[in-house]
């Protein structure tokens, strides 16, 4: 197949569900007729028609809400936040209930939904755009949490949340949008939800990124390997929450060193369930400090110093060199 | 341009038996012998298991439940409007709904033991009835969902029934889902119990609208009041807006008048917000007294058949907390079973660590 | 049948040097009956025998070095089953039992750490027990990694010295403390295998030079010894015991500590006219001699008291000063194997004639090698009395941890200006090192001023305490 950037891959993934699922919905705002703001849902409706691509009221609650009633019934809504920055109001009914249905009834109700919300910075968008608040959805038991962090993986991530019999929260890495292609074979693949990738194996040292920062980190990684000859394992963590304990620690017990790169605020992030992760199975065998090269605990700035506050190539390969010189 | 009128609109308010016994004739359903004794029968059933669920509550048998008693009407008579293959979306206060839909007193005391196991629907129990939403005005939205989902997959003689108090008419949850079901024309019935006070909150205080049934019309849907303690108008208004629904024609919103003679929930004192005074004039409407008149003056029930009733509920009652209290061997670590639908190491370690810990605990003595 | 294990003979004590064994396989020895003795890094002991019974093993050349919790002897007892008495089974035994407990505990599936190997326990370990991390007080720093591999290999921690950042212990030096006590270069230790073989067997050049590498200070450059045999005969010791430990201590002292000695000389005529009459009067009596020594410890902990920076101890890794409110003031004695400083406790509350006593205890038990370790440890400043061998003037090295110490030289007449005339008068020459890390100049000149002022006048020394 054609070598496709992210958001015509993720496009793939829900045209390919549709069609071999007629339970699969898609609804938020703008989704329909035009084809989602970021036209990830475009064509959509003129090939599944208005009832099952939906363009909803302006209610961020009501999307996820109808959604939780929806797969109730046995549908598998696909939801769109249209940013992340509005996708707060979708944690009440996710928190309240679609996390809850499975546990409440043991079984008997389950909530098979996606809810897609584009999130982070660098794309110089308005207020509320930019936020990378994967770890504060993380946190919520019975809630999936994934990000791809290329063409490929976000498709075949698409149709594994999807497949997945409980909700999803797919975040969608803006700046990754259609900042490069990649070829994306013809069959369906699928990625196990739970499950990081090794990307690149490595001795000296385990990195750990996720989203847009995957390629952040992937120059980072390169620059060091040119300069020092370095042998990097460069870890995808693509699921955030449940997180993949084996594979990160495997790693770190083969590599004694960790540095995560994370544009998620400091505090509370998905970094430091990792570090709290190696310190349970992995600590005696690190030689160093785990370092975080991650956005800092402020409100997110407006675009002209936005990036000045996002990990940047330098930023991550002097925090990997950190660790490796300790 | 001077100013011109672009629509009136009217609310209605629907009452068909009366404080005193009066039956608009014109108005009354048309239900069977059996079937208005069935009514009646749910009603006192749903009344003798709340009073029996309170004293419970006092011996510390149960835990914190919210009491139903003089809602009977504004409950087992939407139920009783409803089909097998209805949805329902109630909150935490609609247990004459539950009952006659198939649930268990003991079911129910399960829940209110803090068992997730009394809200399995399985059984004789109607699997169409969603558990008990705590968080206030959440499920309409659900309700809306599962409508959603019956037109897409074809059943169009299905509705989505969803049921809360006056309180939660201030969520915005309540409007959106109202707005998304007028919207998408859909087999929604909103059911209002507005028994004036949201724990200490009295309805005039919730909000500024003469009526709540009138907020329907901002949304493009009917609203209707109607008296929630007379059991034939809500019975008639809820078949009413049940076969639009099932006919195409989208959701409706009904207010059923009622009030809430007992605590908001057994944690709460109610004397602290309003009178016995109060509380009397609503006793002297209870909808069960009202009911039984009307089944009496219809000769088709005397006190006899009261006593054998009030007999063999008594000993129905005894059977079933019995049968509750008697249950035993749950299984702890149940909670990881139902994280996600797959299993995951991350919950599993959980799961072994928490089962090796309450086994140090319990080794502990 | 019995196995004895070395118990730990002080305070974190980790291993001792086997110096005689008064028993061999084969004879019979009766309980309390001198079995072993051990000379561990602060004191020779004799150790009795706990049981009674013929000898069936021992473990340990002479000059080897055993570990606590080591089984150093086994005894047939008539009992069947090996026994520990709970004395013996000192807690470096149970830790490793404990490890294992732990990662028991741990979900089944999840990979865990594993769990810890068992320490090697054939002679000639150097040190085969758990480390103790916390037996100076403070955690020794160095990654989890090294940790583990100090714990796999036995290696007590708190004994590596660390030449990474901060003073912090690397693999490295773990591999090559248990390699023979020098650091090695991190290369080559992360590829050599784990040894416990004797450091005699290790080529000294090798070591020399990793230490050079390791230690990264510039212009250091420590060239391998050269042959002297080449140049006449040689007698060849190995650096063990008291002698290694005070030439690691020494070192740690010149190289971490930037000293600064400030020199003054106390007209002691006066005190020492007090002094032997005081003495005269007291001959005969128990109270023995009152020696020069406890007056000036007195005279010290007085100005510790007014001076309280040269009776603290700087953390450099914390990154504070620790003003200790106790006063031990330690005195180098010489025992003829090594120099050993017995601890005088609580000088602030002891009259001159009870420090006076304690050092002449102490002294002599230093010199039979019977000093406690106790009595050893835990001092908050040193003297050095190198009067009675001779001696105008020294530099003493700073008992580190400590801040300062003082240097007494020789009591002697010399020709002194008083009021514009030429007496004589008995002068001690005083020095006073310190770390100027803590204290400057000015601080030292204030302190031994007013001790000079202080021996020069008993009186004054009196009205202090």
């Known amino acids: 197949m054609a070598k496709l950037n992210m958001v015509q891959a993720i496009n793939l993934a829900l045209d390919e569900m549709m069609a071999e699922d007629p339970s699969v919905v898609v609804l938020g705002e703008d989704v329909g007729v035009d084809g989602g703001v970021f036209r990830v849902t475009e064509g959509l409706i003129e090939k599944y028609g208005e009832a099952r691509v939906i363009d909803t009221p302006l209610a961020e609650s009501a999307i996820i809400g109808t959604a939780i009633g929806m797969a109730l019934a046995g549908l598998k809504p696909v939801g769109e936040m249209q940013f992340c920055g509005f996708s707060y109001i979708m944690i009440p009914q996710l928190e309240g209930h679609g996390s809850r249905y499975r546990a409440r009834t043991h079984g008997q109700f389950h909530v098979p939904l996606v809810m897609r919300v584009p999130y982070g910075g660098g794309v110089r968008a308005l207020e509320h755009h930019s936020e990378s608040r994967e770890a504060a959805l993380g946190h919520l038991p019975g809630v999936k949490v994934v990000i791809p962090s290329g063409p490929r993986n976000a498709r075949s991530l698409m149709r594994a949340s999807i497949l997945d019999p409980d909700p999803v929260v797919y975040m969608e890495p803006k700046r990754s949008y259609r900042a490069f292609k990649e070829e994306v074979p013809e069959t369906p693949e699928t990625i196990e939800i739970g499950r990081a990738q090794v990307v690149q194996e490595g001795t000296d040292i385990t990195v750990i990124a996720w989203g847009a920062m995957m390629h952040t980190t992937k120059k980072a990684v390169e620059e060091i390997r040119q300069a020092r000859g370095a042998s990097i394992e460069l870890i995808d963590l693509l699921t955030i929450s449940p997180m993949d304990t084996e594979t990160i620690c495997a790693s770190v017990r083969k590599t004694g060193r960790l540095a995560v790169v994370q544009e998620a605020p400091l505090s509370f992030g998905p970094a430091s369930e990792i570090i709290a992760t190696v310190n349970d199975h992995a600590l005696m065998h690190l030689e160093a400090p785990v370092k975080r090269v991650s956005g800092y605990d402020v409100v997110t700035p407006y675009f002209s110093r936005e990036n000045l506050f996002m990990p940047t190539v330098g930023r991550a390969r002097r925090g990997i060199e950190e660790v490796l010189d300790f | ?365 | 049948m019995f196995e004895f294990k070395l118990p730990d003979l002080g305070e974190g004590i980790h291993e001792g040097e086997v110096l005689k064994w008064h028993v061999q396989p084969g004879d019979v020895v009766v309980e309390d009956a001198p079995l072993v003795e051990v000379e561990t890094d602060k004191a020779a002991v004799t150790i009795p025998s706990p049981r009674g019974g013929k000898v069936v093993s021992t473990t340990g050349e002479i000059g080897d070095v055993v570990a606590t919790g080591q089984v150093i002897a086994v005894i047939d007892d008539g009992q069947g089953a090996s026994v520990t008495p709970a004395a013996a089974a000192a807690a470096p035994a149970s830790k490793p039992a404990a490890a294992g407990r732990a990662a028991e505990e741990m979900p089944a599936g999840l990979p865990v750490e594993e769990p810890v190997k068992a320490a090697p326990a054939a002679p000639p370990a150097r040190a085969v027990t758990q480390p103790n991390s916390t037996v100076s007080g403070r955690p020794v720093p160095a990654a989890p990694a090294t940790r583990r591999l100090a714990r796999e290999l036995g290696v007590d921690l708190t004994l590596v010295p660390g030449t990474g950042p901060g003073g912090r212990v690397t693999p490295a030096d773990v591999q090559a403390f248990l390699a023979g006590g020098a650091p090695a270069p991190a290369a080559a230790a992360a590829t050599a295998p784990a040894t416990a073989t004797a450091d005699r067997a290790v080529d000294g050049t090798t070591r020399m030079a990793a230490a050079a590498a390791a230690s990264a200070i510039p212009f250091l450059d420590l060239e391998p010894m050269p042959d002297f045999s080449l140049q006449g005969p040689v007698e060849i010791e190995p650096l063990r015991s008291i002698r290694r430990k005070v030439a690691r201590k020494m070192t740690t002292s010149m190289i971490l500590v930037p000293h600064v000695a400030h020199m003054d000389d106390a007209d002691v005529t006066a005190l020492e006219e007090f002094r032997l009459r005081m003495k005269t009067q007291r001959e005969g009596e128990p109270v023995g001699k009152l020696t020069l020594l406890s007056f000036v410890i007195r005279a010290i902990t007085a100005g510790l008291r007014a001076a309280p920076a040269f009776n603290a101890s700087l953390d450099p890794f914390r990154e504070e000063i620790i003003y200790k409110k106790y006063y031990n003031i330690g005195f180098a004695a010489d025992t003829g194997k090594g120099l050993v400083v017995p601890v005088i406790r609580g000088t602030d509350v002891k009259s001159i004639r009870e420090i006076s006593r304690e050092i002449e205890e102490k002294a002599a038990l230093a010199r039979e090698g019977k000093l406690p370790l106790e009595d050893m440890q835990g001092g908050t400043f040193t003297i050095t009395n190198v009067g009675p061998l001779g001696g105008t003037a020294l530099i003493p090295t700073i008992n580190y941890p400590e801040v300062a110490i003082l240097g007494m030289g020789r009591v002697q007449e010399k020709p002194v200006v008083r009021d514009g005339q030429i007496v004589i008068r008995k002068i001690l020459p005083l020095t006073l090192a310190f770390d100027h890390r803590v204290a400057d100049g000015a601080d030292a000149a204030r302190f031994v001023g007013e001790l000079v002022r202080n021996l020069s006048d008993p009186n004054l020394l009196l009205l202090d305490t």
């Not at chain 2, 029934?161 to 006056?166: A, E, P, S, W």
């Not at chain 2, 909103?190 to 049934?213: G, L, Y």
């Not at chain 2, 639009?244 to 003679?261: F, K, M, Q």
Request: glycine share 8%; aromatic share 10%.
């Open chain 2, 1 to 365: 341009m001077p100013k011109k009128e672009l629509d009136t609109f009217s609310v209605s308010y629907l009452s068909i038996l009366d404080e005193d016994g009066n039956v608009d004739k014109e108005l009354e359903p048309k239900l069977k012998k059996p079937e208005l004794i069935e009514l009646y029968r749910q009603m006192v059933w749903a009344r003798r298991t709340d009073e029996r669920m309170l004293k419970l509550q006092r011996q510390g048998r149960i835990g914190t439940f919210g009491p139903s008693t003089g809602q009977e009407a504004s409950q087992c008579a939407v139920a009783f409007a409803m089909k097998k293959q209805d949805w329902f979306a109630g909150a935490f206060r609609e247990h004459g709904v539950r009952l006659l839909r198939g649930e268990t007193l003991t079911r129910q005391l399960l829940y209110y033991n803090g068992h997730e196991e009394g809200n399995i629907n399985d059984g004789a129990a109607n699997p169409r009835n969603l558990p008990i939403s705590v968080i206030v005005g959440a499920q309409p939205l659900h309700a809306v969902g599962l409508a959603y989902a019956m037109r897409l997959q074809g059943e169009n003689e299905t509705c989505a029934v969803t049921m809360m108090g006056d309180g939660a008419t201030s969520e915005g949850d309540f409007h959106e889902a109202m707005n998304f079901a007028a919207v998408w024309n859909l087999p929604v019935l909103f059911v209002v119990q507005n028994n004036q006070w949201a724990i200490s909150v009295p309805r005039s205080k919730q909000t500024k609208s003469a009526t709540i049934a009138q907020k329907a019309i901002a949304y493009g849907m009917p609203g209707v009041q109607v008296d929630g303690n007379d059991a034939l108008a809500v019975y008639a208004a809820a078949a009413e807006a049940l076969d639009r629904g099932r006919r195409g024609e989208g959701p409706t919103l009904i207010e059923t008048v009622t009030y809430r003679l007992m605590m908001h929930t057994t944690a709460d004192d109610q004397y602290k917000y309003r009178t016995k005074e109060e509380e009397e004039l609503w006793w002297r409407r209870d909808p069960l007294v009202r009911f039984r008149g009307y089944l009496e003056a219809k000769k088709i029930w005397s006190e006899k058949d009261q006593e054998a009733l009030e007999e063999e509920y008594r000993l129905e009652i005894e059977k079933q907390v019995k049968a509750f209290e008697e249950m035993s061997g749950w299984k702890p670590d149940a909670p990881f079973d139902h994280v996600f639908g797959t299993r995951h190491e991350r919950i599993e370690a959980q799961r072994r660590e928490f089962l090796a810990e309450i086994a140090k605990e319990a080794a502990r003595g």
